[in-house]
T-cell receptor, first 109, second 116 residues
Framework: RKEVEQDPGPFNVPEGATVAFNCTYS??????FFWYRQDCRKEPKLLMS???SGNEDGRFTAQLNRASQYISLLIRDSKLSDSATYLC??????????FGSGTKLNVKP | GAVVSQHPSWVICKSGTSVKIECRSL??????MFWYRQFPKQSLMLMAT?????????EQGVEKDKFLINHASLTLSTLTVTSAHPEDSSFYIC????????????FGPGTRLTVT
């Protein structure tokens, strides 16, 4: 079983829409959770860490559900520039980071 | 955050040759660096953890004799793909852990390797 699983998408949404992605992880000992953004043929960039209490950064909200072992990312008021692949990343001890295969988002005008 | 560079950004080589990829931490001393590989439309897969002054730790299924890692200083790690084959064609990315309690990873821009 994969450490981290994501729906590959693509999610095709119009500008201004709200879109949500989920990610599940298999190891209950996982301690840290992140969402990264990766543009085509570029390196991943940290979008936000995910805290147990949930956290928000502008139009982006991340939630963690330890009982069900999933994390989510909500994007409000989608912009064209949000088009990218969103990677869910999980770490147990900061010596290893496990990446999901990514969810592709296309925001259309 | 840390600034990480990689060189070269892309390389084409013939089957059977070796290719060296450099990963530099420009403003941060890194005792640990990670090397990942990403095939098209797939996830980043950790290949090995590079440890300054000691041997790298390889993930299961990664041949240490084929992917030679050297971490000779706190700012430089190198990955050498020896006797490259077309199936080694991939996007190779290094990262440096950092931030509070090493929560974050700072990625290099990646090296796209094509073996013909």
């Amino acid at each position: 079983r994969k450490e981290v699983e994501q729906d590959p998408g693509p999610f095709n949404v119009p500008e201004g829409a709200t879109v949500a992605f989920n990610c599940t992880y298999s190891n209950s000992a996982s301690q840290s959770f992140f969402w990264y953004r990766q543009d085509c043929r570029k390196e991943p960039k940290l979008l936000m860490s995910v805290y147990s209490s949930g956290n928000e950064d502008g139009r982006f909200t991340a939630q963690l559900n330890r009982a069900s072992q999933y994390i989510s990312l909500l994007i409000r008021d989608s912009k064209l520039s949000d088009s990218a692949t969103y990677l869910c990343v999980v770490s147990r001890n900061f010596n290893k980071f496990y990446f999901g295969s990514g969810t592709k988002l296309n925001v259309k005008p | 955050g840390a600034v990480v560079s990689q060189h070269p950004s892309w390389v084409i080589c013939k089957s059977g040759t070796s290719v060296k990829i450099e990963c530099r931490s420009l403003d941060f001393q890194a005792t640990t660096m990670f090397w990942y590989r990403q095939f098209p439309k797939q996830s980043l897969m950790l290949m090995a953890t590079s440890n300054e002054g000691s041997k790298a730790t390889y993930e299961q299924g990664v041949e240490k004799d084929k992917f030679l890692i050297n971490h000779a200083s706190l700012t430089l790690s190198t990955l050498t793909v020896t006797s490259a084959h077309p199936e080694d064609s991939s996007f190779y990315i290094c990262s440096v852990p950092g931030g509070e309690q090493d929560y974050e990873q700072y990625f290099g821009p990646g090296t796209r390797l094509t073996v013909t």
